[in-house]
Every structure is written in C-alpha cells, then in structure tokens.
T-cell receptor, first 111, second 114 residues
C-alpha cells in the first residue's frame, strides 16, 4: 500500500538553530500537508501545499511541494522552545479521498 | 464553531467487549477519516469515507467496522476489543471538493483494552 517515509525520526537541537525534515513517497499526491501535534492534542495544520514546486511560508516555517509530487520538505528557522512537538507530513489524493501520514518527527529544543 | 467532535475522550474496555467511537463534524465536509496513533508509528489510517454513503479500508482495518451515518457523522466500531487495539484514535474531516483542501482533527479518544 501507499507509504510515506518521514525523516528524521527525532531531533534534539539548540534554541536558535534551523531544522529540516522531509517526507518521501512511492506514490504521487496532489496535496501535501504539514501538521504539528502537542501532547494530549490532535494534530493542527501548519502549512498546506497544492502545486508541484510550490514554496509556502508560515512565519518561521517554510515548506515545499517536490517537483516529482512524491516528496515534501519542512524547514523551521531560528527554533524556539515552543516549537517542541511532533511534526507530521501527510499526502492527500483528492481523486480517492485517501489521506495518509508519515511516521512523524519528534522535535526537542534545548533553551 | 465546534469543528470535529469525538466521544468519548477516554475509555477502558475488557478484552472481548464491544464499543462504538463517535465522530461528528459541523463543517459540511465531504470526507471523514479514522486513524489510530501508537508510539513511533505515526497516524495510521483505519477507514475513510470520501463522501456520504461510501467507506473504504485504510492501512489497518482489521478488527474495526465503520458507518457513515450521514454527512456529519462517522462512527468506528470495535466488535470484540483486543489489547492490541489499545491506542489513541483520531477522527478527521476534509472538504475534498476542490484542489485547496486540508483535514481537521478531533481531540482524540484514548482507549485501553485490558
């Protein structure tokens, strides 16, 4: 079946550092979504990408929809302690309605 | 503006018991989803419903059934609970009616099967 491979699995960084994570798939998606989840909560949308090659920012977050439509990247610049959480990529096929998630990247930020 | 509402928030079941997890959305979305989240496994799709009247299996459907009762409600049923079904369950919905779409999540149901 379809799978999204998200890496790295976890990151422990110093406050102020930049962070990069990515997601790859064997299948093509026409929408890529990036979510953040905090303890005890459901995932919350950070960035949505709808076109191949699209680069979108949300504050210190920047995400890109890969040209092949099989991958996506999320960058966080100048990390702060409140960036701590689990980040998920998700691929949506609007043809089938299927939405699948990567395994998540756990981010810890040391003040 | 409730969004996606899941009930119950917590549940403890004995092995072999049955229960239904309820999910309702008030955003008039076409698609609804059920996921389970286990440590290190991310969110795995159990079942989804692309539109009212249709349901499809996801990655891990065994041991579960679903009902898309109407456009608002999508329930997940465990007929005979097993300890392996101990997990956090999330419901989500999406408009899925244009290229510009996203999914909104409920707060989760924490299920323990003993």
């Amino acid at each position: 079946g379809q799978q999204l491979n998200q890496s790295p699995q976890s990151m422990f960084i110093q406050e102020g550092e930049d962070v990069s994570m990515n997601c790859t798939s064997s299948s093509i998606f026409n929408t890529w979504l990036w979510y953040k989840q905090e303890p005890g909560e459901g995932p919350v949308l950070l960035i949505a990408l709808y076109k191949a090659g699209e680069l979108t920012s949300n504050g210190r977050l920047t995400a890109q929809f890969g040209i092949t439509r099989k991958d996506s990247f999320l960058n966080i610049s100048a990390s702060i302690p409140s960036d701590v959480g689990i980040y998920f990529c998700a691929g949506l096929s609007s043809n089938t309605g299927k939405l699948i998630f990567g395994q998540g990247t756990t981010l810890q930020v040391k003040p | 503006n409730a969004g996606v509402t899941q009930t119950p928030k917590f549940q403890v079941l004995k092995t072999g018991q049955s229960m239904t997890l309820q999910c309702a959305q008030d955003m008039n979305h076409n698609s609804m989803y059920w996921y389970r989240q286990d440590p290190g496994m991310g969110l795995r799709l159990i079942y989804y419903s692309a539109s009212e009247g249709t349901t499809d299996k996801g990655e891990v459907p065994n041991g579960y059934n679903v009902s898309r009762l109407n456009k608002r409600e999508f329930s997940l049923r465990l007929e005979s609970a097993a300890p392996s079904q101990t997990s956090v369950y999330f419901c989500a919905s999406s408009p899925l009616e244009s290229p510009n779409t996203e999914a909104f999540f409920g707060q989760g149901t924490r299920l323990t099967v003993v």
